[in-house]
């Protein structure tokens, strides 16, 4: 473990550190077993585990904050638990009861408290739970036997641009997900795949891909490790829940808090790349737990660059961020119900 005392919380990107302790519970015999606390460290896994081999493996990821008067914040964690029982049904591992799994990382975060970063840092402390078939198998199937792991890590802003907004490549070469696939659920394997792509883009000088669905190559999905939104003729624009994004918890939020806060109308419906080269698109951000809320400066496809507001964050994208940041770090009353105090 890293001593807490020597992170610079001011200068964190989104990289591993590690902290003190884990929790870890193992799966056998068709019941969880209690699952412990222990100091972060390795395990032993088999060769022949399903994971390595087929990877069946699922996560979630979560932050903790601080507020002003040091109270520690989760988001909305009942829904990450959901979330990542939907992603083991699909993946064909075992559940863990929701109350059970927000109480554990409410526990898992007290044990690493020294690690949260100040209120006025900016920064997280981003909180990683893993579900993976760790019994030995050889035919495709299920393992037997699961380990269900979380651990944290303290982190600064996802995207090193922070809040000044990305260029985005839109790409006609690679998909992430298709209908029928594993796109909705939080499984390793989606993010496997997009690991070449976006370092093909990022050597052409972007941060990362906006993709767009398999069967058009036409409507936009997800950007790799956030949502997407557009403001188009005045309303506030996301792709519609396909099957192929991942559901997203800021995503869900941010559709609340535009038409219930901002008394915007918003939309979620199929949009094509093309609207974003229209003057009616007036602004895009992306926005999840590690991206938060990312304006995006600039999309391009095939060398035609569409720069939005003077690669400026527009004005309902810095409406929506200081409105979510502040409740998430209760600044701003939480009037949703969405907080819970660790
Ligand atoms: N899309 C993908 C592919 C993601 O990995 C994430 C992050 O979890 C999101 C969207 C945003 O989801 P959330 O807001 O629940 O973090
Ligand atoms: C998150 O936003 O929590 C994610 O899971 C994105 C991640 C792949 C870094």
């Known amino acids: 473990?890293?001593?807490?005392?020597?992170?610079?919380?001011?200068?964190?990107?989104?990289?591993?550190?590690?902290?003190?302790?884990?929790?870890?519970?193992?799966?056998?015999?068709?019941?969880?077993?209690?699952?412990?606390?222990?100091?972060?460290?390795?395990?032993?896994?088999?060769?022949?585990?399903?994971?390595?081999?087929?990877?069946?493996?699922?996560?979630?990821?979560?932050?903790?904050?601080?507020?002003?008067?040091?109270?520690?914040?989760?988001?909305?964690?009942?829904?990450?638990?959901?979330?990542?029982?939907?992603?083991?049904?699909?993946?064909?591992?075992?559940?863990?009861?929701?109350?059970?799994?927000?109480?554990?990382?409410?526990?898992?975060?007290?044990?690493?408290?020294?690690?949260?970063?100040?209120?006025?840092?900016?920064?997280?402390?981003?909180?990683?739970?893993?579900?993976?078939?760790?019994?030995?198998?050889?035919?495709?199937?299920?393992?037997?036997?699961?380990?269900?792991?979380?651990?944290?890590?303290?982190?600064?802003?996802?995207?090193?641009?922070?809040?000044?907004?990305?260029?985005?490549?839109?790409?006609?070469?690679?998909?992430?997900?298709?209908?029928?696939?594993?796109?909705?659920?939080?499984?390793?394997?989606?993010?496997?795949?997009?690991?070449?792509?976006?370092?093909?883009?990022?050597a052409r000088g972007f941060a990362q891909i906006l993709y767009l669905d398999a069967i058009h190559m036409e409507y936009i999905e997800e950007v790799g490790a956030a949502n997407f939104f557009a403001m188009i003729n005045g309303k506030l624009a996301t792709p519609r829940k396909s099957g192929t994004i991942l559901e997203g918890i800021t995503r869900e939020s941010i559709l609340e808090l535009a038409s219930k806060k901002l008394g915007i109308e918003i939309e979620e419906r199929d949009m094509s790349y093309k609207e974003l080269y229209d003057e009616s698109c007036t602004e895009v951000f992306c926005a999840g737990t590690a991206a938060v809320i990312t304006p995006i400066a600039s999309v391009t496809l095939e060398g035609k660059e569409r720069i939005f507001n003077n690669r400026e964050p527009g004005e309902i994208t810095n409406k929506v961020y200081k409105l979510l940041t502040g409740i998430q770090r209760l600044d701003i009353e939480d009037e949703f119900g969405w907080i819970i105090k660790v």
């Not at 019941?31 to 585990?49: D, H, R, T, V």
Request: some cysteine.
């Open 1 to 202: 473990m890293v001593d807490p005392k020597d992170i610079d919380f001011y200068s964190l990107g989104f990289n591993f550190i590690e902290t003190k302790t884990m929790f870890m519970a193992t799966h056998k015999n068709g019941k969880w077993n209690e699952g412990e606390l222990m100091p972060f460290g390795n395990f032993e896994i088999s060769p022949a585990s399903c994971v390595i081999n087929y990877g069946q493996g699922i996560f979630e990821g979560m932050k903790a904050l601080k507020g002003k008067n040091g109270e520690i914040t989760l988001f909305r964690p009942k829904e990450n638990a959901k979330r990542f029982n939907f992603s083991a049904r699909r993946m064909l591992m075992p559940e863990y009861d929701v109350d059970k799994f927000v109480d554990t990382v409410k526990r898992v975060v007290k044990e690493n408290e020294e690690y949260i970063p100040p209120y006025d840092s900016g920064g997280a402390l981003y909180i990683r739970p893993i579900l993976f078939g760790y019994g030995p198998i050889l035919g495709v199937h299920s393992a037997e036997e699961f380990k269900l792991i979380i651990f944290t890590v303290p982190v600064g802003p996802y995207f090193p641009e922070g809040f000044k907004g990305i260029n985005l490549e839109i790409s006609k070469k690679y998909t992430r997900a298709a209908p029928g696939g594993t796109g909705s659920a939080k499984t390793i394997c989606n993010y496997a795949g997009t690991m070449l792509p976006a370092k093909e883009s990022k």
